[in-house]
């Protein structure tokens, strides 16, 4: 009879703690965090694109400078331009995927709480036509 009281009680307990994990996934405020990091996600990933690309451009000059008739003028500036050309390209393939993933997530929670404020009226235009756009 113990065990049986035992068991349910712990049965009662796991199923009280995933109700409310799962309830906690499902809410608006949820949702508004998830938002925040996928927006702080994107921002991170154009800051590294652009900068990669911009270490690129850098490297990429510093390289062809460091060079007269295909031989390296100075050892340390050649090897300081594939360096940051290097850099650059690493920068660059690791921030475009963050910069999509951070999109895709902003708009897939954007979509979660507008979805969750209710009726929703919006005017589409596109081209010649005109229209009225209600979500519910």
């Known amino acids: 009879m113990k065990k049986t009281c035992f068991t349910l009680l712990i049965l009662l307990i796991a199923t009280l703690i995933y109700c409310q994990n799962t309830f906690e996934q499902n809410s608006t405020q949820y949702c508004q965090i998830k938002l925040e990091k996928a927006r702080k996600i994107k921002t991170t990933g154009k800051v590294l694109t652009f900068s990669g690309i911009s270490l690129g451009i850098v490297g990429y000059y510093i390289l062809s400078t460091s060079t007269t008739n295909g031989y390296a003028s ?9 360096l940051t050309f290097i850099v650059g390209g690493v920068f660059v393939s690791t921030g475009i995927p963050l910069w999509v993933v951070g999109s895709v ?7 979660e709480i507008k979805a969750r404020e ?13 229209g009225i756009v209600l979500r519910f």
Request: with cysteine.
């Open 74 to 82: 100075d050892p340390g500036t050649s090897t300081l331009g594939v």
């Open 118 to 130: 209710g009726l929703q009226a919006s005017l589409f235009i596109k081209g010649p036509c005109l």
């Open 105 to 111: 997530n902003e708009k897939k929670y954007d979509r």
